[in-house]
């Protein structure tokens, strides 16, 4: 299977880097974040600021925010996290523990290859807990397969065909960051996924830091 970014993308954000972490033979059933939100005004935190920017260059949704916003914001008002499943668990832990966007998909359930870029438009879509299809807009930044959008808004909202399940048997995790100094809290924090994820499945995860230079990888 191939996973890409596309020059689109790059064209948008040329300092970007896409990490990634693929696990094969899973078999098992927030603190640090307040340094990243000193300001009480939440808006005006750099991780915010950064991730807005970021999405106002491209078509989103009405309302689009980063997931790494999401995730800080219930921290910042105190509100408790549900348990979602031990791998989503991990990998928001982490997310939070260094301000970086992660997500994941179920390997089996990608249909050809995994890309990132610009949507058509169009692209079908149908999010978590809905039964209703909710295509891509025109030049959206999208992850995608042959079958329909997987993503939307880079990592804002997360297909139900492809989510990860505790039937998961191979993963793969994505850390986004768009300058360099994301890019190394990215590097740090994707290790420490793998480790968590290693100590807890008992497998261990390939990394692979896509860049401009570097976009893609055969698994």
């Not at 640090?32 to 939440?42: G, H, M, Q, T, V």
């Not at 348990?83 to 997310?95: A, E, F, T």
């Not at 808004?153 to 300058?179: G, H, S």
Request: hydrophobic share 40%; aromatic share 10%.
């Amino acid at each position: 299977m191939k996973i890409a970014v596309e020059n689109e993308f790059w064209a948008l954000f040329p300092e970007a880097q896409i990490s990634v972490l693929v696990v094969k033979g899973l078999d098992k059933g927030a603190k640090r974040a307040a340094d990243f939100i000193p300001d009480e005004n939440f808006t005006q935190n750099d991780v915010i600021q950064e991730w807005r920017q970021a999405f106002s260059k491209f078509k989103t949704k009405k309302g689009a925010r980063s997931s790494i916003e999401a995730l800080l914001k219930r921290v910042s008002q105190g509100r408790e996290f549900n348990p979602i499943n031990p791998l989503v668990d991990i990998y928001n832990s982490v997310s939070l523990s260094y301000a970086v966007p992660c997500g994941g998909e179920d390997l089996d359930k990608i249909v050809g290859g995994l890309y990132l870029g610009k949507a058509k438009g169009g692209e079908a879509f149908f999010p978590l807990g809905s039964e209703t299809d909710a295509p891509a807009l025109p030049e959206e930044i999208i992850y995608y397969d042959d079958e329909g959008t997987v993503c939307r808004c880079l990592n804002w909202r997360e297909a139900q065909r492809t989510m990860l399940t505790e039937e998961t048997k191979e993963a793969i995790l994505v850390i986004e960051a768009i300058n360099g100094e994301q890019a190394a809290r990215a590097k740090s924090a994707m290790t420490e996924l793998q480790t968590l994820i290693e100590d807890y499945f008992g497998v261990k995860g390939d990394i692979t830091h896509l860049t401009a230079e570097y976009p893609s990888l055969e698994i």
